[in-house]
Nanobody, 119 residues
């Protein structure tokens, strides 16, 4: 399974960005899709995830500002980021859990996209 992420960039505090990540390859079904981030000197952390049942889960630090959604027909997940803060600066990674065949699950990571929020 390959992931292609896009949408990162530089934005001023209070601004917005939208990340997208498209999955391709041998996909029977996608169980969950999500976004993680890693700031310099910090561990990678979950930002948001969404399951097949469209049940979203958010880190407390982004609740009310970020929205995760998915387009099942295009195997794509989006992260709408509003009211961005300098502490949101990080490399954002797309993550998917895919059923590649009955009984065979595979986890894949995207290449990472830089989000920089200036104060």
């Amino acid at each position: 399974v390959q992931l292609q992420a896009s949408g990162g960039g530089l934005v001023q505090a209070g601004g917005s960005l939208r990340l997208s990540c498209a999955a391709s390859g041998s996909i029977f079904s996608i169980e969950s899709m999500g976004w993680y981030r890693q700031a310099p000197g910090k561990e990678r952390e979950l930002v948001a995830s969404i399951t097949t049942a469209d049940s979203p889960n958010y880190a407390d630090s982004v609740k009310g500002r970020f929205t995760i959604s998915r387009d099942n027909a295009k195997n794509t997940v989006f992260l709408q980021m509003n009211s961005l803060k300098p502490q949101d600066t990080a490399v954002y990674y797309c993550n998917v859990l895919v059923l590649v065949a009955p009984g065979s699950m595979e986890e894949s990571w995207g290449q990472g996209t830089q989000v920089t929020v200036s104060s």
